[in-house]
């Protein structure tokens, strides 16, 4: 008989920690679940020979992984094919163990295969699978460690997995569209402040210099362009950096500055919040938040994590201060023994027919389909609603492109309409 150690959820959702003695670790989860609780992680006792061995085998690895030297995190790309790859592995029989090992093996260096050395290390020397990857949160986030465990407990591992890599290759695929889609306004609006960046350090200033010579009057138009001009190009009146540099810079800056308020609770709260309700792009952010929301959720349920963990993990991968206040209310709804949708409903962040459907799934005990559902028809909303915004925005760039250079083109004209005028009634007298 071994001594197992183990961490589990009561009937009311909240953890307990303990040990029970058992043969096996399968052995050992059904005394868990004979007590009444849902064990996420079981792992057996190491002696003391063991956990030397482990200690000088760790000692040999990290001799080894000092030679892999990186720098970032795992990319998305490579985090699902490894995902993939290690549940086709399982589906086919191979030990844990020495599936990680083959993965392991072929990564290329850097930080996923860093990190794989150390599960590897892990799961050789007695931890859980879940375990081993929640010691590199960097790789493995909190949703992903919790299906995993989720899957060692129910056995069914392999499916885990794969609903994990489909998962995660759709919110991938849904980053993406998206990224995609701001590319074409984002080149254009940068092409378009260099082109009258140029124009402003170095064509304004030959029109000046006419004017001058000409001792033409010039209109308030023509003096307000030429007074910017010499403000991007560092000719103003006591000026050191010139214009150009807070231009360029100043989208930088701005990006940092909206980082550095994410950081504190309130400044999160009130940007996510004006994000989510501000027009144009609040529709896209609402849906794309609801979509990542009911796939989390809905992924988390059908792998069989407790509904009150799954609403937490969502919460915290949900990215938006709005839905994380609405997805605290529903956890206390639930624990209190009411029901999701009702919560939901009042905190006001999705449209109707997701909350009906979620209202349905709770009295059918099919929450996960209905959840995934919507995911799936919001995947497609949010696709309508970039192709929708793409053809707004485009407009409204030609009318701000026709705009600045419809001004700077009038601004130069009415001097030069003045020039003319005078000359010909010179010539006239």
């Given at each position: 008989m071994?001594?197992?150690?183990?961490?589990?959820?009561?009937?009311?959702?909240?953890?307990?920690?303990?040990?029970?003695?058992a043969?096996?670790?399968?052995?050992?989860?059904?005394?868990?679940?004979?007590?009444?609780?849902f064990p996420t992680s079981v792992r057996e006792q190491k002696n003391k020979q063991?956990?030397?061995?482990?200690?000088?085998?760790?000692?040999?690895?990290?001799?080894?992984?000092?030679?892999?030297?990186?720098?970032?995190?795992?990319?998305?790309?490579?985090?699902?094919?490894?995902?993939?790859?290690l549940s086709t592995l399982q589906?086919?029989?191979?030990?844990l163990l020495r599936s990680l090992q083959i993965l392991e093996g072929q990564q290329k260096p850097g930080k996923l295969k860093n990190v794989l050395e150390g599960v590897c290390e892990d799961v050789e020397g007695g931890t859980s699978l879940s375990d081993a990857m929640a010691k590199h949160p960097s790789a493995f986030n909190r949703l992903?460690?919790?299906?995993?465990?989720?899957?060692?407990?129910?056995?069914?591992?392999?499916?885990?997995?794969?609903?994990?890599?489909?998962?995660?290759?759709?919110?991938?695929?849904?980053?993406?569209?998206?990224?995609?889609?701001?590319?074409?306004?984002?080149?254009?609006?940068?092409?378009?402040?260099?082109?009258?960046?140029?124009?402003?350090?170095f064509i304004i200033p030959k029109f000046e210099e006419i004017f001058r010579d000409f001792g033409v009057a010039l209109p308030a138009l023509t003096r307000v362009l030429i007074n910017i001009s010499r403000w991007m190009a560092g000719n103003g009146v006591g000026?050191?950096?010139?214009?150009?540099?807070?231009?360029?810079?100043?989208?930088?800056?701005?990006?940092?500055?909206?980082?550095?308020?994410?950081?504190?609770?309130?400044?999160?709260?009130?940007?996510?919040?004006l994000v989510f309700w501000m027009p144009l792009f609040g529709n896209l952010i609402r849906k794309t938040v609801t979509a990542r929301f009911t796939r989390t959720l809905g992924t988390l349920?059908?792998?069989?994590?407790?509904?009150?963990?799954?609403?937490?993990?969502?919460?915290?991968?949900?990215?938006?201060?709005?839905?994380?206040?609405?997805?605290?209310?529903?956890?206390?709804?639930?624990?209190?023994?009411?029901?999701?949708?009702?919560?939901?409903?009042?905190?006001?962040?999705?449209?109707?027919?997701?909350?009906?459907?979620?209202?349905?799934?709770?009295?059918?005990?099919?929450?996960d389909v209905m959840l995934l559902k919507v995911a799936d028809n919001y995947d497609e909303e949010v696709d309508v609603a970039v192709g929708g915004l793409i053809k707004l925005i485009e407009p409204l760039l030609i009318v701000f492109l026709g705009g600045a250079v419809g001004t700077i083109v009038v601004s130069m004209f009415l001097p030069l309409v003045a020039m003319i005028e005078s000359l010909q009634q010179g010539g006239a007298v």
């Open positions: 071994a001594t197992f150690m183990y961490e589990a959820l009561n009937a009311a959702g909240k953890p307990q920690k303990g040990t029970v003695e043969g096996t670790t399968e052995e050992a989860i059904q005394r868990i679940k004979g007590q009444g609780f063991k956990a030397a061995a482990a200690e000088q085998g760790g000692t040999k690895k990290k001799k080894k992984k000092e030679l892999n030297f990186s720098i970032g995190g795992v990319k998305a790309k490579h985090l699902t094919t490894f995902t993939r790859q589906d086919a029989g191979l030990p992903y460690t919790k299906m995993v465990a989720a899957g060692e407990v129910g056995g069914v591992l392999d499916i885990i997995l794969q609903r994990l890599a489909e998962f995660m290759e759709k919110a991938e695929s849904l980053k993406r569209k998206i990224r995609a889609a701001m590319i074409y306004p984002i080149a254009v609006v940068v092409i378009a402040v260099l082109i009258v960046a140029f124009i402003m350090v000026q050191v950096v010139p214009g150009w540099v807070y231009v360029i810079f100043s989208p930088l800056i701005i990006w940092i500055l909206f980082k550095l308020a994410r950081k504190s609770p309130p400044g999160r709260a009130a940007l996510d919040t349920i059908s792998a069989g994590v407790p509904i009150l963990e799954a609403i937490l993990i969502t919460r915290d991968t949900s990215g938006n201060y709005v839905f994380e206040k609405a997805l605290t209310n529903v956890h206390d709804s639930i624990r209190e023994g009411e029901s999701f949708a009702g919560p939901l409903r009042e905190a006001k962040v999705c449209d109707a027919i997701v909350v009906n459907m979620i209202d349905v799934g709770e009295e059918t005990g099919d929450m």
